[in-house]
């Protein structure tokens, strides 16, 4: 059997990007059941990548005959044909791939890290990421995300000087910023990446637009911190034409379309020399579980989607002075109403 539900997820405070402004998200959860066994998956439509709460359910619906049908235990071969379903429409997808993982390993009575054959002491340190907003308010959200010794800034906006001075006023804690593809020319992202350099960030994450690959082959030619991809990469077979132009590549389980892709992802990344970083949409614990518990493969977290909600529906992974801890509840570990 194969349910579906929205929840409306609140934020603690509005959060802005360079492309968008939102105070909340309307996820979709599935839950399938075979053989007793329930799993639990999460959509977080990007509006970046045509998704909706509307666009998510229609996939989750033209895949439900085809899921209730299958034996969950093919999950390989069913996860690359719920893969092929009408349009890319990741998040749905990723959601459905979620639900299985978490009721395969729940049928095994294990944690999903074991089943990976991971050690739950090596989860990364998450950055605590501040959206774009005044100030006075950046200034506060910095303070009030003490026990996170990582931020991560949302710069791209037009006014970045101004908030990384705000950001060094406040905090000599270690800075990784992301431009959201806020930058539009090779010469300004080289300038801004030199100075974010000397202001002690540690990275920049997609500093121009996704389709400028020669652009940022360029700048990483010539900046000394590296430069991550996001919205360049969504699966594998993205990656070898980034490997020449990127240090590193930022998956996120709402692009992937999954934990199956991600390992893909993951194994690819790794083979290219590539560094790899684990993100997230705004999800609430059940998402973040799932990224949390393939963590112990990966250089840098940014696992806090969680942490930006007033309401999250469910409960799983701790922190610890910001590295993630795993519950060693079989499958995603969740507690907390479907
Ligand atoms: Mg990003």
Not at 24 to 36: A, C, I, L, P, S
Not at 232 to 257: C, F, Q, R
Not at 321 to 334: E, I, Y
């Amino acid at each position: 059997m194969l349910q579906y539900k929205i929840k409306d997820l609140e934020l603690t405070y509005t959060w802005t990007i360079a492309r968008e402004s939102s105070n909340v998200k309307h996820n979709v959860f599935v839950q399938v059941t075979q053989d007793g066994v329930t799993g639990i998956g999460e959509a977080a439509p990007n509006i970046r990548y045509n998704e909706t709460a509307e666009s998510t359910i229609e996939v989750i619906e033209k895949a439900k005959s085809l899921i209730e049908k299958t034996d969950l235990w093919n999950f390989v071969d069913l996860g690359y044909a719920v893969r092929k379903i009408g349009e890319e429409q990741t998040a749905a997808k990723c959601a459905l791939d979620i639900a299985i993982m978490d009721w395969m390993t729940k049928s095994l009575g294990v944690p999903l890290y074991k089943y990976f054959g991971l050690n739950k002491t090596k989860t990364p340190v998450t950055s605590y990421s501040i959206g774009i907003d005044s100030i006075e308010m950046i200034k506060k959200k910095i303070n009030e995300a003490e026990e996170y010794p990582t931020l991560k800034i949302k710069l791209g906006l037009g006014n970045d000087e101004e908030i990384m001075n705000a950001v060094r006023e406040v905090t000599d804690k270690v800075v990784r910023v992301d431009a959201n593809e806020g930058w539009k020319d090779k010469h300004e992202a080289l300038e801004k990446t030199n100075w974010l350099e000397k202001m002690g960030v540690e990275f920049v994450e997609q500093p121009m637009p996704a389709d400028m690959i020669d652009e940022t082959r360029w700048l990483r030619d010539r900046a000394n911190i590296p430069i991550i991809a996001d919205e360049a990469v969504k699966s594998a077979a993205d990656i070898p034409k980034l490997a020449t132009a990127y240090d590193g590549i930022n998956i996120k389980l709402m692009k992937s379309a999954g934990i199956q892709e991600a390992m893909r992802m993951i194994w690819m990344a790794r083979s290219l020399g590539m560094k790899i970083m684990l993100g997230c949409m705004v999800e609430s614990s059940c998402a973040i579980a799932a990224g949390a518990h393939i963590s112990p493969l990966v250089d840098y977290a940014d696992l806090d989607g969680n942490l930006l909600l007033a309401n999250d529906p469910f409960k799983s992974v701790g922190v610890e002075k910001g590295r993630m801890v795993l519950s060693d509840k079989p499958g995603l570990g969740l507690e907390g109403e479907f």
